[in-house]
Structure formats: C-alpha cells, structure tokens
C-alpha cells in the first residue's frame, strides 16, 4: 500500500497517454471516468455496483455535503469513505462551482463567496481556506483548489479579472492544504477561450506548484467546437507528468475528444442523471426508452453490453418501469450508463497501450451514424 500520491505516464499514442494514478486507497487507471456522488451518494447505485462498472474513483462535493449533512458531521462519523461505504479514492470539488450554480443570494469579493443554501435558504461562507478545511474533514484523497469558473461567455477583460483572482485564490488553497502526504492538491486553470491568458494561468500553477492540473471554464455552454478548440492548446501547457482533468465532461464523444487531446481525468453528472430520465447511452448512440416504440421490442438495450439491465431485461420491461415511474427504472438505466462509459474508458486505455487510438475513434465515430437503435 503506497503512502504517496503518484502518477506513472505508462503509454502514448499521440497526445493521448495511458497512466496509474497511486494512492493509499488504491489506484486510478487513466483515462479515467469518473462517476459523481453529490451528497455522498451515486444517486439509485450501491457503492459495490458503481465499484462493479469499473470505476476506480468517485466525486463528492465541498457545497452540497457543507449544506447537509455538515463536514463536521460527516468527520465526527469517520469521514466521507467511511460514511458512504466507499473505500477507493474519491475527488472532492472545492464548490465555487456549484455555489454559482445552485445557490441563492451569491456576493462575490476577494475573500471568497457568501451565498444562501437553496436547501434552507441559511447563509453561508466560502472561502480558500475553508474549502480546503471542509476537504479535509470529508477526508478526500484529491482535494479541487478553490476557484471561480469563468461565466461563457466572458470578453477578455472579464475573463483575465477572473481567472487572475482564480490564481491569488489558488496560492491560499496550497497554502491552507498544507503538507498531507498521502493526498493531493489539483490547481484548476482559467483563462476561458483566450489562450494567452490559458498559458498565464498554467504558468502560475506551475510556479505554485500542484500535484495534478484541471481545466476548468470549459462544458460551460461554449460547444463541443469551440471546448475542442481551446484542447488543442491548454493541456500541453500543464506539466506532461502530473495528471490533466477536465472537469465536468461529458458525452461520450466529448470524451473520446479530450482523451485524444491528452486528458487523464472527466467527471460528469450526464450518465447518472439522463439514466434517471430513461437515456441509454449505447455503441450505437442514444435510447430513449420512454419512446413508445420500445414497448413491445423483447431485446436487450444493447445485446453486446454486459450490465445487469441487457443481461436480464427487454426494452419494453424498462419502457414499463420508466412510465411507471418504478424505482427499478433509475437503478437498471443508471446502472448501464456508468457501465457504458467505463467499458468506453476500458476501450480507450486498451486502444492506447496498443497504439490503436486511430483506428478505435473511427470506429467510435462510425458505429454512432449506424443509428439504428
Ligand atoms: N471547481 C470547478 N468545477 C467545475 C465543474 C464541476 C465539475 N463537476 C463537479 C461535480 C461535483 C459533485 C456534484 C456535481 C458536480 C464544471 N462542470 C462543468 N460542466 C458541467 C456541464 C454539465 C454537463 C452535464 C449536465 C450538467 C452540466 N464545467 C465545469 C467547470 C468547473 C470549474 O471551472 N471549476
């Protein structure tokens, strides 16, 4: 059982690479997807079947766990791992993020963030120093800088106030982390689309100095195009040897992309969620099994797909228990989509370590316009 916190490049095909992320919960394959667990929860998933799909690593969350049930609760309880049943690493994000997603009542200044909780409408603070403290009590493996997310779209004069407070707040999260062996720090570029000030962020988390980079400001409403535009440049500018996450991608072929563009790292709240309102992502693009059409059709989701629900279930028994608002409907879609994007993963790391990414993304890609599902 390794104590550090360690990543090992093991193959590159391109740009894109193949990596061991070891910590003292265990290691993280990459590319890695990984599942979101809001409030310490895969929504309608036990932690052994996310563990089942393949996923190494799962993502909690600074704002909603603060709010409900408190970091003080959860550390009195044993920390995050143990209160949720999860043994392997999990990721906090440091909840800039979701306060100007979900919160009421924001006021941005220097300090941090003060805004009111949309579950009980209470006040709150956030700041550096107190994410980094809330990721502490949660007990996470790899703790998110505290930043801000760069609105879409922001004019440059914009863009660089932000992503230059982004950085002052950067240097208080390294300096309020601390030295915890075992876990990690990841700095969090912005610079939104403007890729000079891409690189002067880059340059000043390399100076602070970080154990893995993300890229953040992106999947913020700019288009696959535009997000693949900025790729081209901005994870060549963080250091080859430390891993690249880009936060909070996406569908399947967005991940396909940014693995080409040598992301290490994705996290995405898209197969949980769309599970729940009855997408299936398959090979051959999406189902709907609301449409009618599924009712009476006996054959599996996907019959090359291995998941509890192609293996034990027709499309007009999920149609059924999606109209019927069962429980069993979120549980069996979730399930298949979590598997899908870690068998795509898997995919992806094979076609890597065998120098195939190629021919593998044009498969993905050809697969995708058969669309007969
Ligand atoms: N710090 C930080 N977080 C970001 C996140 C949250 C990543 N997911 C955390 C996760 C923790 C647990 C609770 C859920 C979130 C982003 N998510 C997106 N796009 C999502 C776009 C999207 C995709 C599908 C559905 C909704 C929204 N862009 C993001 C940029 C940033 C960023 O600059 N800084």
């Not at 409030?39 to 993502?59: C, N």
């Not at 009195?76 to 009421?104: C, E, Y």
């Not at 601390?178 to 720090?185: I, M, Q, S, V």
């Not at 299936?280 to 509890?308: K, M």
Request: overall charge neutral.
């Amino acid at each position: 059982m390794t104590k550090k916190f360690n990543f090992d490049v093991t193959a590159t095909d391109g740009r894109a690479r193949t990596g061991v992320i070891s910590t003292p919960r265990g290691e993280i394959r990459t590319p890695a997807f990984m599942p979101v667990g809001t409030a310490a929860t895969v929504k309608a998933m036990l932690p052994e079947s996310v563990r089942a799909t393949g996923a190494d690593i799962l993502l909690g969350n600074t704002y909603h766990l603060m709010l409900r049930p408190t970091a003080e609760r959860i550390a009195r309880l044993g920390g995050l791992h143990r209160f949720m049943n999860w043994d392997r690493p999990i990721l906090t994000d440091s909840g800039g993020f979701q306060v100007m997603s979900l919160a009421g009542l924001r006021k941005l200044t220097e300090e941090g963030v003060t805004f009111k909780s949309h579950i009980d409408g209470s006040r709150h603070a956030l700041t550096p120093e107190r994410s980094m403290e809330i990721q502490a009590l949660l007990g996470s493996d790899i703790v998110m800088a505290f930043d801000e997310c760069t609105p879409f779209p922001s004019d440059e004069a914009t863009a660089r106030r932000s992503m230059e407070l982004s950085m002052r707040w950067a240097r208080r999260s390294r300096e309020a982390f601390g030295d915890r062996p075992g876990h990690a720090l990841f700095g969090i570029q912005q610079g939104s689309v403007y890729r000079d000030q891409r690189q002067e962020s880059a340059d000043k988390l390399r100076e602070i100095g970080f154990d893995g980079y993300a890229i953040g400001g992106l999947a913020v409403g700019e288009g696959q195009a535009t997000m693949f535009e900025v790729l081209e440049y901005a994870p060549a500018m963080l250091p080859e040897d430390r891993p690249r996450y880009l936060m909070g991608v996406g569908k399947p072929d967005d991940i396909v992309g940014a693995v080409e563009r040598g992301i290490d790292m994705m996290d995405c709240v898209l197969p949980s969620r769309s599970g729940r309102t009855g997408q299936a992502f398959t090979r051959f693009g999406v189902v709907n099994i609301r449409n009618a059409r599924h009712q009476d059709d006996p054959r599996p989701l996907d019959e090359h797909c291995t998941c509890p629900a192609c293996r034990n279930y027709s499309r007009a028994y999920l149609h059924h228990v999606n109209r019927a608002q069962e429980i069993i409907a979120s549980m069996l879609l979730t399930w298949h989509n979590l598997h899908y994007f870690q068998e795509l993963m898997q995919g992806l790391r094979d076609a890597i370590a065998e120098g195939r990414l190629a021919a593998f993304v044009s498969d993905f890609h050809a697969r995708r316009a058969e669309g007969d599902i």
